[in-house]
């Protein structure tokens, strides 16, 4: 009797960051991205589709747009659930992709857990976006990580000092309702650089960070600026002011790691992979990380780790031209046939024209839009 050859299919997207489609929200591949979706339902066996983190950029939508957009620290289920509201209106063609590839019963997604979507832990937003789906058993939500045959996949945040998500204590008491235990570093960047943000919503999406600050002085100071002032006001008033509330409480190991930062203006993360493989506790032959949002391989005798990148609208900074690159968006596509598997790493095409610095830092807005334009994306709020 001929053994029967068993295939499965596992596709791996990170950080696609949709957001609340304010100037906040950096997804815009709605399009590229549905596209890419659907076409997986020509494949005849399993696919299992793994979103791996930060799918969701619930960190920098706010929770209301009208009358102008608000950004709460204290986020509660109904908090969370007011953002994901957004997010489902920002960017339906995905979710309709997602339930059109669901109605293979054969299909399954993922959500990883990133430190964007950190509310994906509220068990109500959880059961809201299978709601949303319509779908209740092929939706899973497991955690960190995936694995299948010898295959890993991890967002990898826990791995980045600044946005580590404390698991001994995923929800704080604020008067007597639950909030979630964000870190630090994350309570502060909704408290005070979401109007920055507003104001110059472009400057984010281009790397490298600190070259790019020395090219524009004006933010450059204000991010500093900003950062010690809020750092300062956390260590000798905020836990005065607001003693009996848990999210402005100071955890003093970090402040030896952001003086540092701040004097070496380093602001990207932390070189995630390296840290990985010296904690090596998983010795899987392949293993996809994301929360770098750049392309990186690195490959030993035994395995390879592979960041494929977001799939946020992004750029890289010419020095010598000045020109900004937009970033290609790509996935892994990896086929496991009777337990063997075997990756691909898939660049999928989105045409987009380069855009100059210069160009970009007189109006910022304009070219929002620009960009947005291109992709085919309506944005929800223009103004
Ligand atoms: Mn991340």
């Known amino acids: 009797m001929a053994a029967e050859i068993k295939r499965k299919d596992v596709i791996i997207i990170g950080d696609i960051e949709m957001g609340g489609g304010t100037f906040t929200d950096d997804f815009i591949s709605d399009k590229a991205l549905s596209e890419l979706i659907l076409s997986l339902l020509k ?22 747009i009208h009358p102008e957009t608000f950004f709460p620290r204290h986020i509660t289920k109904e908090v969370s659930l007011a953002k994901l509201k957004l997010i489902y209106t920002a960017h339906l063609p995905v979710f309709k992709a997602f339930t059109t590839f669901l109605s ?19 068990e109500e937003v959880q059961e809201e976006i299978k709601r949303l789906l319509g779908n209740h058993t092929q939706v899973h939500f497991p955690g960190l990580f995936y694995e299948e045959s010898g295959v890993y996949v991890e967002h990898g945040h826990q791995y980045d000092f600044l946005f580590q998500i404390n698991f001994e204590k995923l929800f704080l008491k604020h ?28 400057l984010e999406r ?5 070259s790019l600050l020395t090219h524009h002085r004006v933010v450059a100071r204000k991010v500093n600026f900003k950062t010690i002032g809020y ?4 260590m000798v008033f905020y836990p005065f002011r607001f003693y009996s509330d ?11 790691e952001l003086y540092h930062r701040i004097r070496t203006i380093h602001f990207d993360v ?47 900074f010419q020095p010598k031209t000045r020109e900004l690159i937009p970033r290609s968006k790509r996935y892994v596509d990896i086929s496991i046939i009777n337990d063997k598997s075997e990756y691909k790493i898939v660049d999928y095409p989105v045409r987009r024209s380069i855009f100059h610095f210069d160009e970009v830092i007189k109006d910022e807005k304009k070219h929002i839009l620009l960009a947005a334009k291109e992709e085919g994306y309506k944005r929800l709020v223009v103004g």
């Open 175 to 202: 008067k007597g309702e639950s909030i979630l235990n964000f870190p630090f570093v994350s309570f502060g960047l909704i408290s005070a650089f979401m109007r920055m943000k507003e104001q110059y919503p472009f």
């Open 104 to 122: 293979k019963r054969k299909n399954h997604i993922y959500f990883i857990l990133g430190n964007h979507d950190h509310d994906l832990l509220q």
């Open 231 to 234: 750092f300062l006001k956390s």
């Open 246 to 256: 848990p999210t402005y409480s100071f955890p003093t190991n970090l402040l030896r």
């Open 206 to 210: 281009i790397s490298p960070r600190p």
């Open 270 to 316: 932390d070189n995630i992979t390296t840290i990985f493989m010296k904690q090596n506790r998983i010795h899987n032959e392949i293993v996809i990380l994301g929360h770098l949002h750049e392309k990186r391989i690195a490959k030993s005798r035994k395995r390879i780790i592979i960041h494929p990148g977001s799939w946020r609208d992004e750029y890289d």
């Open 43 to 64: 494949r005849s066996h399993p696919v299992d589709l793994v979103l791996n983190g930060d799918t969701f950029d619930f960190l920098k939508c706010p929770s209301r």
